[in-house]
Each structure stands twice: as C-alpha cells, then as structure tokens.
C-alpha cells in the first residue's frame, strides 16, 4: 500500500520556524515530489516541488526565499523547511507525488498525503 505521511506541522508564532516530513512508502518515488496548501475556505495551492535527483526545486512566489525544499531518497523522504512563518501561510499543508507543471499551473498525477497542519499565529 503506498503511503504518504506528512509531519512537523504545529502551532508557531510570526516569525518562527517548522520543518515538515514526508515519509514515503510501499514504493520508491522516482518522480518530482512536492508540497501544496490549503487554507479555509481556498483552493489547494502549490508551494514547493523538487526533481527526483534534487537538482531541480521551484517555489511559488509567496513562499521564496522563506521555504526550503529537499530530499533524502535513501529515506523516501521529502522535506519543507519553513521559515519566516507569516500568519498568511497558516493552511492544511500536503505533500505529493509525480508533480508536473503544464506551463500554467502545477498538477499530482501520483498520490497525496493525508495533510499536516500549520498555524501561525500574529
């Protein structure tokens, strides 16, 4: 059964830091992984995507230069280090598989994770 599991959300006030996980399993992505958010009442949103090699990583405007994507692949594992945490990036936060960009938007055609909250409080 393939798995992907999201943690290291949690509660932090404006200006602090989380570190999100996501473990992979019951097979090896071999594909671009990625993260995307939901706040209330708004759409699933992308934030961040990383090749399977890692060379390649792409963020959305709202979130460069704060977010850091990376990958262990020895672990399945991708990771979303958030920094300057403002209130606006409070959501329900996802990780994806075989994420792809169409040339206007991105898309999962692969599996999503179950969600990881983040709050940010002012």
């Known amino acids: 059964q393939v798995q992907l599991v999201e943690s290291g959300g949690g509660l932090v006030q404006a200006g602090g830091s989380l570190r999100l996980s996501c473990a992979a399993s019951?097979?090896?992505?071999?594909?671009?992984l990625g993260w995307f958010r939901q706040a209330p009442g708004k759409e699933r949103d992308f934030v961040a995507a990383?090749?399977?090699?890692?060379?390649?990583?792409h963020y959305a405007d709202s979130v460069k230069g704060r977010f850091t994507i990376s990958r262990d692949n020895a672990k399945n594992t991708v990771y979303l280090q958030m920094n300057s945490l403002e209130p606006e990036d409070t959501a329900l936060y996802y990780c994806?598989?075989?994420?792809?960009?169409?040339?206007?938007?991105?898309?999962?055609?692969?599996?999503w994770g179950q969600g990881t909250q983040v709050t940010v409080s002012s």
């Open positions: 994806a598989s075989d994420v792809r960009y169409n040339g206007s938007s991105w898309s999962v055609s692969g599996y």
């Open positions: 019951g097979r090896t992505f071999r594909s671009a």
């Open positions: 990383i090749t399977w090699y890692g060379g390649s990583t």
